[in-house]
């Protein structure tokens, strides 16, 4: 996804002369080029976080449409206030795009460990969340909203689905039809979904678009028995889902990440089998949930 990101945002920046990127001492190589030849659009501005976001702040108010890249822990969590402050409550237009949460980069420890930004930024009011599967969704889902006037926040992963489908922001995809439950999945948790329910009676919703959230696919899909698999922190999502549901009867359960620090060291792959995030866990908690 960062390589899409690189190429995405770098047609971007040609087409569009109101757009700017500002990173934060992370893709500097891959943006190289555009470093040079875009000299007063294009800026590290080094591990400044909260400052980065403030300046691009400033330039979404001078009616520039800004981009802002770097490490989830550090883009949502380090940043919050100022995404609170100067683009949500202003409700400015804006590009949040990070990579490597939940623990995609596991091996730099806890500090490199970001499973709550979903969690921290829909508290946000206006902030937009979009959490690509591949790098073919990045694209296209960058490419429609980038300049939709309010902040938006991109959570790409170094891993990714095996297919791409044809996604829409704000609209969810109906992956498979069945009568025993219906499977929430976001991102690229579809594909451990989709193998851990490979022969089972299920309905499979894929969204991309978190916020703002397709009530009427879920609504047009409703089962009594709802689960929800997210690639963050369990419950992230409840409230989108309790508030699409309202005097309706049903049951949330979640399969995420558990709401505590991982102090232990390891792979992605590793934290998943430890977590029951792999193909068999979540098989097994599923068909712990349709009993």
Do not use: W
Request: charged content about 20%; aromatic content about 10%; glycine content about 8%.
């Amino acid at each position: 996804m960062r390589k899409q990101l690189v190429k995405t945002v770098g047609d971007i920046l040609d087409l569009n002369t109101k757009t700017t990127l500002l990173l934060g001492d992370i893709g500097v190589f891959g943006f190289r080029n555009e470093l040079k030849t875009l000299p007063n659009r294009v800026f590290n501005i080094g591990i400044l976080e909260q400052s980065t976001v403030g300046v691009a702040a400033g330039m979404s108010k001078s009616g520039i449409v800004p981009f802002v890249h770097t490490i989830a822990p550090f883009l949502v969590e380090r940043s919050l206030e100022q995404l609170k402050v100067d683009f949500g409550y202003q409700n400015l237009n804006g590009n949040f795009i990070s990579v490597g949460a939940s623990y995609d980069y596991a091996s730099l420890g806890c500090t490199h460990h970001c499973p709550g930004d979903i969690l921290a930024l829909s508290s946000i009011p206006n902030m937009q969340l979009i959490v690509p599967g591949t790098s073919s969704e990045f694209d296209s889902l960058l490419t429609q909203a980038y300049d939709n006037g309010s902040p938006t926040y991109y959570r790409l992963s170094e891993y990714e689905n095996k297919d791409s489908r044809d996604v829409y922001f704000g609209k969810a995809n109906v992956v498979k039809i069945g009568s025993k439950a219906t499977i929430i999945c976001y991102g690229n948790m579809l594909q451990t979904v989709i193998d851990a329910t490979i022969d089972m009676d299920v309905t499979i919703l894929y969204y991309t678009t978190i916020s703002p959230f397709d009530s009427n696919t879920l609504n047009d899909n409703f089962n009594e028995n709802i689960i929800i698999c997210e690639p963050f922190y369990e419950g992230s999502t409840n409230y989108f889902i309790s508030r699409t549901l309202q005097n309706k009867k049903y049951k949330l359960n979640n399969i995420g990440i558990p709401r505590k620090f991982l102090t232990n060291y390891g792979t992605k792959k590793e934290h998943d089998l430890h977590l029951k995030l792999d193909v068999i866990g979540v098989r097994e908690r599923i068909k712990k949930c349709l009993n």
